[in-house]
């Protein structure tokens, strides 16, 4: 089920529907280890996981969340501070503008919005 460090927001929130298209996020968090040299979600454990996506990407709008089925884990993520979405060039000191273009759209929270290998 992916190492943590690279697992998909969908499989940590309980989304029975999971598919390639997680592989996709795990591909992004590489690209970023490759580029920093650094994990770039690297928790204890999966509910501090979580946060720090949310706190380095931003909280996602209401629509963008409804992959998430379980109420409890919902519960959780509208628990969780109101930061303003990021992209990665913002987060990240890097000069190629397409591979942080790229990044970005591997690492979006809603899987059905994520870029896919087609």
Do not use: H
């Not at 690279?6 to 390639?20: D, G, K, Q, V």
């Not at 990240?92 to 059905?112: A, G, Q, S």
């Amino acid at each position: 089920m992916v190492t943590r460090f690279y697992r998909a927001p969908e499989i940590m929130l309980c989304s029975s529907e999971y598919t390639e298209i997680s592989d996709i996020w795990s591909l992004g968090c590489l690209a970023v280890e490759l580029i920093t040299g650094k994990v770039m979600f690297s928790e204890a454990n999966y509910i501090n996981q979580i946060k720090t996506i949310f706190e380095k990407l931003g909280q996602p709008e209401v629509e963008d969340l409804d992959f998430i089925k379980n109420e409890l884990a919902m519960k959780f993520i509208n628990s969780l501070p109101n930061v303003p979405s990021r992209k990665m060039k913002d987060v990240i000191d890097y000069n190629n503008e397409e591979l942080l273009d790229l990044i970005d759209k591997m690492l979006v929270i809603n899987p059905k919005k994520r870029i896919s290998a087609e």
